[in-house]
């Protein structure tokens, strides 16, 4: 699990460089959001009707089903989808709805021969094929061995697998992705296992389940008692890979190190990596494993999310025994007892404050403003972040 040498040695210089002089990255000046980017229903239905209805999104990693009849399901906006590895070892992907009405045909993820619809017991097989349909006679537009479940499209790139919505052909979403999956191909994903899962609803925009990784002005203060002990303080290196993002926060012993013995490791070993993929999937990676983040809007309803959450084990990470429960504790724990509980505070406030009120993101707040800048773009910039003291949008060239 490496980065290519060259980035990780540019990314190991650029740390010790900016820690001794105090220079963290910052954008070009503060700016102001309206609220309206996250409680209002009108601003949700463009973000659902553009930004998850055209871009590739995040399903899993393929090691999360690496045999034949493993499966995971994935409530992903406006579908509901089952993804599946066959007995020719291909992944697969579904609509997880039985084609008679409508049900569900998999819950979870797990291990299976075949998927049974539990409403009327319609059958079919690990390639979605309908196998068989119970008093078949009074269904004559239906053809077991034929018919199935509806297949989707889509990519399995670098050991991640990632939904195709319909009219985003591979080459489109391999263009879109490239900036950021291109350099994760060093990471051997293909080679990770899921050790740990965990899902829930939040009363919170789906932004600020996303914006609470992009920067790190807020760990020494809410984290203090947890993570804050562990990372330099206020500090992390940022770097946009346009529409996706990447932070680098450093651990504290590398303050105690030599240059030398900083570069001969790897650079998991002394940062923790933070993968921002466009739109909502945050992975922060370690040496040992990968915490993955998904969160998904909820129809209509802009102060609501779903937080889905994978801890998966790197091929090291395998190798040690490590008790997986304490670490999903940790990374589930960090983030709901602390970084949500102010999202929610956050969201309530600005649900009753309305749509005048506003938010601001610091010039010590890059990744915040590019990720917002982001969104707007992907929408025809319905309302940009804009500068207070010019009145001016904040163009993404600004830096």
């Not at 899902?199 to 203060?221: C, I, M, Q």
């Not at 773009?377 to 972040?385: F, I, K, S, T, V």
Request: some cysteine; charged content about 25%.
């Amino acid at each position: 699990m490496r980065h290519p040498r060259a980035l990780q040695t540019r990314l190991i210089r650029e740390s010790i460089d900016r820690l001794k002089a105090q220079d963290p990255p910052l954008a070009a000046g503060s700016v102001e959001a309206s609220a309206r980017r996250y409680s209002d229903t009108d601003w949700l239905s463009r973000e659902t009707g553009t930004i998850f209805r055209n871009e590739p999104q995040y399903l899993g990693l393929a090691g999360e089903i690496p045999d034949a009849g493993d499966y995971m399901t994935r409530e992903l906006p406006g579908v509901s989808l089952l993804a599946v590895r066959g007995k020719d070892q291909q992944i697969r992907a579904f609509r997880n709805r039985c084609r008679h009405r409508g049900t569900r045909v998999a819950e979870g993820e797990g291990k299976a021969r075949r998927f049974t619809c539990p409403y009327h017991a319609w059958t079919y097989g690990l390639d979605g094929i309908l196998a068989s349909v119970p008093e078949a006679c009074h269904f004559d537009t239906v053809e077991p061995g034929v018919d199935g479940l509806c297949p989707v499209p889509i990519l399995e790139w670098a050991g991640m697998l990632f939904f195709l919505p319909p009219g985003t052909d591979e080459a489109t979403a391999r263009a879109r992705l490239h900036p950021i999956v291109s350099e994760l191909e060093g990471f051997d994903f293909h080679a990770y296992r899921s050790r740990r899962t965990f899902s829930t609803g939040k009363p919170t925009n789906w932004k600020l389940g996303v914006d609470t990784f992009l920067e790190a002005y807020h760990v020494p203060v809410l984290h203090a008692r947890t993570i804050g002990r562990t990372l330099v303080g206020g500090f992390a290196l940022y770097e946009p890979l346009q529409p996706h993002a990447r932070l680098v926060a450093p651990r504290r012993p590398i303050l105690d190190l030599t240059e030398e013995q900083i570069t001969s490791d790897p650079l998991h070993r002394h940062a923790i990596i933070v993968y921002r993929i466009f739109p909502n999937t945050v992975i922060v990676s370690m040496e040992t494993h990968a915490e993955i983040h998904r969160f998904n809007p909820v129809q209509g309803q802009p102060n609501r999310m779903t937080w889905d959450l994978t801890v998966a084990a790197s091929p090291l990470g395998q190798s040690l025994d490590i008790d997986w429960d304490r670490i999903l504790d940790l990374a589930a724990g960090v983030v709901e007892r602390e970084d949500l509980v102010m999202m929610a505070q956050i969201q309530a406030n600005l649900d009753s404050e309305g749509p005048e009120s506003t938010v601001t993101f610091g010039r010590n707040e890059p990744a915040l403003q590019d990720f917002h800048a982001e969104i707007d773009q992907a929408m025809g910039e319905p309302e940009p972040l804009r500068r207070p003291e010019e009145g001016l949008p904040a163009a993404l060239a600004a830096r």
